[in-house]
């Protein structure tokens, strides 16, 4: 990967608790105009994008309101269908412009950002997936496991979750074919908002590469980022401390495996041992001209040696070259199994292999 580039499962997320279902307005007021949660009349501003003019429900959050497909989102989400039959607030539109039906209108207690995202999930204006084309933004994978945990629309908050899975992962093969610290199109950014979520959900195995990413973040640890929501996302004091403290200690783990891997010692069954030492000790000692980037904060400390070396070729025998080839993937799996460690966190099973797939037993 190229430098350009808790305890609680499924805790409890943002929004109100199984028991606390949203508000809905009170049914006592005129269903011919929108209601504010405490069931005075008032303005909102109808979703530019999600205003159906066959809608058969309408969804009030802040000051903006949905009117779209009631029996869609039922299907998907039992939360929402209870929530649909419960509600008495109730209001007649035309449909296409002739027929009237009464819509329910059920006010959230989500942004409305969150939930156009979830939304373009399962009623979207061009793909039909948002996984499906493009990467989807940070925003909408957030909401995406938010609002599909409080919801309970499992399938949606699983593959977002897998998503975070493919491009954070706990696997050091599947991490070094990655070329980029967060998904295309993402800023750098978005690992504080990956960390917090994680910790959220309590999907601890997203936490080394995100805090990874954002020890190369300098300031900005501190300062956090503005998301297009306008809200601002960063990271906890205590996460701070540890991204700002990991930096030392990654620093000189990486140092360690990088002067480990051109130790100036040929295979034993080298035929030119005194040449390839002599090109390893220049190696080292060319590590000068490259200090920035092997010694930096913003550099993948499992990048391997070719980076940092002049001209990214050894020039040492046939038997000596897969020798530091070896070593250097043996010494960057070394360092990804103390991950964890040098970040201060625990991750159990960070570092243990997945169990070899079983063969069937063969029928006699």
Known sequence: MSASGTPRKR?????????EPPQSPQPDANPEEPMANDGSAAEYTRDAEFWLEDGTVILVAGDVEFRVYSGLLAKHSPRLKE???DTQCTRTLLVDGRSEISCPVVCLTDSPDDLRHLLRAYMPQDASNIYEYEYPSFDAVSAS?????????????????EFLRENFPDD??????????????????????????????????????????????GEQIVRGYQRQNGMQEHLTI??????????????????ATLFRVLCPAPAKTCKNSSGCRTTLRKAV????????????????????????????????CEVCLPMVEATSVAERRKLWNRLPLLLGI????????????QSAPVQS
């Open 145 to 161: 496991i938010r609002l599909g945990h409080k919801y309970q629309i499992m399938s949606l908050y699983d593959r977002s979750l």
């Open 238 to 255: 205590d996460d701070q401390a540890l991204c700002i403290k990991a930096k030392i200690e990654i620093r000189k783990a990486r140092v």
């Open 11 to 19: 805790a409890r997320l943002d929004g109100p608790a199984d028991d």
């Open 346 to 357: 625990q991750v159990p099973g960070w570092g243990v292999p997945p169990p070899a797939p």
């Open 172 to 217: 050091f093969d599947t991490y070094d074919k990655l070329n980029q610290w967060v998904p295309t199109g993402w800023a750098i950014d978005d690992a504080i908002g990956v960390v917090n979520l994680a910790r959220l959900i309590g999907e601890t195995t997203l936490l080394p590469t995100a805090l990874l990413a954002c020890t190369t973040l």
């Open 83 to 85: 929530l649909f039959s």
């Open 285 to 316: 000692y060319n590590l000068h001209s490259t200090i920035d980037d092997w010694l930096g904060d913003t550099g993948d400390p499992f990048t391997g040696y070719k980076t940092y070396i002049k001209g990214g070729k050894l020039d040492v």
